[in-house]
C-alpha cells in the first residue's frame, strides 16, 4: 500500500514544553491529511482534518490552540501539541488518502508522545 | 454523527479454524466500510475495504461481507494463522475519508 511516513515514533517531553509530530506521503501528493488520537486500549479518534494551504478543520472538542496543524506541503502535515501536559500523553496516528485501487486511507506508524 | 458499534471485543480462536467479527453503523449515508489490522505499538494497517455498490469481497483468507439494508458488515479470516493476532478495527465513511471506527477487537490465535 502507498506509504506515510510519521516521524518521531515516540517523544518524551517536560510538562509545559511543545512537542511537533510530522507526518509525510512518500511518493504521492495530498492535499488533505488527517489527525488521530488514540487511547491505550481504545480506538483511533479523528481530531482534525489537515487542509494543504488553508486551515486545518478541527473536530468538537478539540481545542485548536492546543494542537496546531500545518500542511504546508502536498507532502508534509504537522502536528504540534503546544505546552504538553501530562493529560495530552497518547498515540497519534496520521492518514493520508490514496487513488491507490480507489480511494483509500492509509495510516503512518504512529507518535507515542509521554508528557512527564 | 456516525456510530460504528463492533463485536465481539476479544476473540480467541485455534489455529487454522476461522474468525468473524461484525460490526453495524446508524448513518445510512454510509458508503464505505474499511477494515484495519492494528499490531502493538503501531499504526493501523488497511487489510480489506468495502463499498456499498458491493455485498462481499475477498482477498486470499479474509473476506468482508455488507448488508446495506441491515447496516452491518463483517470480516471473516479463514484458516486463522499466529500472526493474525492483533487489533482488528473495523470503520465507516460517507466517502469523504473520516472514518468511525469501531472499538476494536482483539484476535488471538493460539498455537
Known amino acids: 500500500g502507498a506509504v506515510v511516513s510519521q516521524h518521531p515514533s515516540w517523544v518524551i517531553c517536560k510538562s509545559g514544553t511543545s512537542v511537533k509530530i510530522e507526518c509525510r506521503s512518500l511518493?504521492?501528493?495530498?492535499?488533505?491529511m488527517f489527525w488521530y488520537r488514540q487511547f491505550p486500549k481504545q480506538s483511533l479518534m479523528l481530531m482534525a482534518t489537515s487542509n494543504e494551504g488553508s486551515k486545518a478543520t478541527y473536530e468538537q472538542g478539540v481545542e485548536k490552540d492546543k494542537f496546531l496543524i500545518n500542511h504546508a506541503s502536498l507532502t508534509l502535515s504537522t502536528l504540534t501539541v503546544t505546552s504538553a501536559h501530562p493529560e495530552d500523553s497518547s498515540f497519534y496516528i496520521c492518514?493520508?488518502?490514496?487513488?491507490?485501487?480507489?480511494?483509500?486511507?492509509?495510516f503512518g506508524s504512529g507518535t507515542q508522545l509521554s508528557v512527564l | 454523527g456516525e456510530n460504528v458499534e463492533q463485536h465481539p471485543s476479544t476473540l480467541s480462536v485455534q489455529e487454522g479454524d476461522s474468525a468473524v467479527i461484525k460490526c453495524t453503523y446508524s448513518?445510512?449515508?454510509?458508503?464505505?466500510f474499511p477494515w484495519y489490522k492494528q499490531e502493538l505499538g503501531k499504526g493501523p494497517q488497511l487489510i480489506i475495504d468495502i463499498r456499498s455498490n458491493v455485498g462481499e469481497k475477498k482477498d486470499q483468507r479474509i473476506a468482508v461481507t455488507l448488508n446495506k439494508t441491515a447496516k452491518h458488515f463483517s470480516l471473516h479470516i479463514t484458516e486463522t494463522q499466529p500472526e493474525d493476532s492483533a487489533v482488528y478495527f473495523c470503520a465507516a465513511s460517507r466517502g469523504d475519508y473520516k472514518l468511525s471506527f469501531g472499538a476494536g477487537t482483539t484476535v488471538t490465535v493460539r498455537a
Open positions: 492518514s493520508a488518502p490514496h487513488r491507490q485501487g480507489g480511494e483509500k486511507l492509509f
Open positions: 511518493d504521492f501528493q495530498a492535499t488533505t
Open positions: 448513518d445510512s449515508a454510509s458508503n464505505y
